[in-house]
């Protein structure tokens, strides 16, 4: 492996289908994660806003599930679903973004002004149309936030996968590690950690296009205040 | 005796409305001033309303009975602790009354769904609190789109309360944060007024902004009264904030004891208690003459000709007023003063060349702005003047003093 190249480009060339193959299984594997991890943190946010007491064991629950270490949670399920199992995959990768997601979700809404709120009751808004309408959106930075960690998260932890005989980035680094051929793995990971830039990139645009209201405003017509906070 | 001097005296027309007082609401009088209102008034009605919070010994508000009337501004005043917010906030239910009965309109508000009654109130906070997300159209438009008017009937809406707060129509596209904190207030108050609902909360709206901005916003929401009669409880911590803006004046101590309600000029006069006393502060006479206008003081005719009369009347009327001066009218108008040595070669007070008054008020001046005019004129009087010069009559210290005492 010592003599061997870091990449060989001839290797790379001539793979080039497996290449757009393993792209696509790695993205299907870290989409369908971050989509169901959203709607189920979505789901468990809901009930830890309505009823607080339910906050500190979801928060509980998630944190365990976040402790364990992946290689060890994957083999725990391939005997239940079998080898190369997305569901057992993505029982794991779901599990992973959780407790991040819910964190995120309700510290955005809590970190609400709670004039805003106050507001937004005083003119009439029923509690979940307050949710949606006002909370929500503008909980989005802190929500964002959350998916782009989980969103980077689960793209390193889709690496993993390929050890339970799953495509994607993975299995590269696993057949590299089998045959001694840095190529492999160096493809494998260096893919790996472009998605993971490529999504939080865009995930950086679809906040921005998501907040208008948090682009510097300008200067007010009349009565100058500072716009301490704004401009930084 | 000397002459008129000229002095810096501006028409009160000139310096804005801040000093005014009220005018355009009816005039306090000695009759009516204190006197309990009729129950056809009413707008809101709190029926020995009690508050506890949980886990709090004493009540926030522990009996409190009041009647606001309709179409005026009613003030919530009082230290920390009195429960002024908590009352406020019981109205448009964000708070719970642990008893009593609060009706607006007639209506007990617990008969109503909660947001409901809530689209019907207009409220207005502290800082605003407007919806950072949302541009300051749809700020503005938030209870009509609750209320699912439609999008052609809420453009007019916006349009019409944007002239109407005094806000710029290019900052209907922005965002909140664009704003200065008076704009934000502004906006808030639009807002509140959107979907125009007879009632107004408005919970210390002004706190948070610059004292000179303050007294702007203060000022504007005292023209805007006047142009919609709103039945408004304003909840405030400052009492000169109160005795500037409101009708009546609810002086309230820990627990939302009622300590006083009536007009700002009859809590002046006569504070009801050691406590509405050294709430109210010092110098409680002159800032009652900020509330009571020169009409109050009933000017009187004064030394004044007509500008016929021959020049031996004019000396007649000097005599009987013991003044080395007199007023020229021309029937209804104010020509001017001449004084002895205009009289030379004269032969009526006309061609005796009246020139202008400097110490002049109006009949709607602030008692306490005729007094500054007062001492500054050499002749210990103020000429009351209405649309520019037609002459109402004169007023001195005297009558002022008089009008104090009423």
Request: include cysteine.
């Amino acid at each position: 492996m010592r003599d061997r190249p870091f990449l060989e480009w001839d290797w790379v060339l001539d793979h080039l289908a497996e290449i757009r193959a393993a792209t696509l299984e790695h993205l299907r594997l870290t989409v369908i994660a971050v989509v169901l991890g959203v709607v189920l943190a979505a789901a468990l946010s809901a009930v830890a806003l309505r009823w607080r007491r339910t906050l500190a064991p979801i928060a509980w629950v998630t944190g365990v599930i976040y402790t364990i270490p992946s290689l060890a949670l994957f083999t725990f399920l391939v005997p239940i679903f079998g080898l190369g199992s997305t569901v057992a995959a993505e029982i794991a990768l779901v599990g992973y973004t959780l407790l991040i997601l819910i964190r995120n979700i309700v510290a955005g809404v809590d970190g609400v002004d709670p004039a805003v709120r106050d507001a937004a009751d005083g003119m009439g808004y029923g509690r979940w149309h307050r949710l949606v309408a006002v909370e929500l959106p503008l909980a989005v930075p802190a929500i964002i936030a959350g998916i782009r960690i989980a969103a980077v998260t689960t793209v390193g932890l889709v690496t993993v996968t390929g050890l339970i005989g799953l495509g994607g980035y993975g299995s590269f680094i696993d057949a590299g590690l089998k045959r001694q051929f840095p190529t492999q793995i160096v493809l494998g990971g260096g893919l790996s950690v472009i998605m993971a830039t490529v999504i939080d990139v865009a995930l950086v645009g679809l906040e921005r296009l998501l907040t208008p209201w948090r682009r510097s405003p300008t200067q007010p017509l009349a009565e100058p205040e500072p716009l301490a906070g704004v401009l930084g | 005796m000397g002459r008129l001097r000229a002095i810096e005296t501006r028409p009160s027309g000139a310096t804005g409305g801040g000093l005014l007082g009220r005018p355009g609401l009816p005039a306090p009088t000695g009759a009516d001033r204190g006197a309990p209102i009729t129950a056809g008034d009413v707008a809101i009605r709190l029926d020995h309303v009690e508050k506890r919070f949980p886990g709090s010994g004493r009540a926030a508000v522990e009996d409190l009975s009041l009647d606001i009337p309709a179409g005026q501004l009613v003030a919530l005043v009082g230290p920390s602790g009195c429960g002024k917010t908590t009352t406020l906030r019981m109205i448009n239910r964000l708070i719970e009354p642990s008893g009593g009965r609060i009706e607006v309109d007639g209506v007990d508000v617990r008969s109503l769904a909660e947001h409901e009654l809530r689209r019907g109130i207009g409220y207005v906070i502290q800082q605003a609190g407007l919806f950072p997300h949302r541009t300051i159209a749809d700020n503005i438009a938030t209870v009509p789109k609750l209320l699912r008017w439609d999008r052609a009937r809420i453009r007019a809406r916006v349009d019409e309360l944007v002239e109407l707060v005094g806000l710029d129509e290019e900052l209907l596209g922005r965002y909140p944060a664009a704003l200065s904190g008076g704009q934000q207030q502004r906006v808030g108050v639009a807002r509140a007024l959107a979907a125009d609902p007879p009632v107004l909360l408005m919970d210390e709206p002004y706190s948070a902004v610059d004292p000179i901005v303050r007294a702007h916003l203060q000022d504007e929401l005292l023209a805007l009264q006047r142009r919609l009669h709103k039945t408004v409880v304003l909840v405030t911590h400052d009492i000169d904030e109160a005795i500037k803006l409101a009708d009546q004046v609810a002086i309230l101590d820990v627990g939302g004891v009622l300590e006083q309600y009536g007009p700002p000029a009859e809590l002046l006069r006569a504070p009801a208690s050691p406590f509405v006393e050294s709430f109210l502060g010092r110098e409680r006479a002159l800032r009652r003459m900020a509330l009571l206008t020169v009409a109050d003081a009933h000017p009187q005719r004064g030394a004044v000709v007509d500008a016929t009369a021959p020049v031996d009347e004019v000396r007649q009327v000097m005599q009987a007023h013991r003044t080395d001066w007199v007023g020229v009218l021309d029937g209804q108008r104010m020509r001017g003063w001449i004084d002895e040595a205009s009289l030379a070669g004269a032969r009526t007070a006309g061609a005796a060349g009246p020139r202008p008054f400097a110490a002049w008020v109006q009949p709607e001046t602030a008692l306490r702005e005729a007094l500054d005019t007062i001492v500054q004129s050499a002749t210990r009087v103020a000429v009351v003047l209405r649309d520019g010069d037609l002459y109402e009559g004169m007023v001195t210290i005297d009558d002022i003093a008089r009008a104090m005492e009423r």
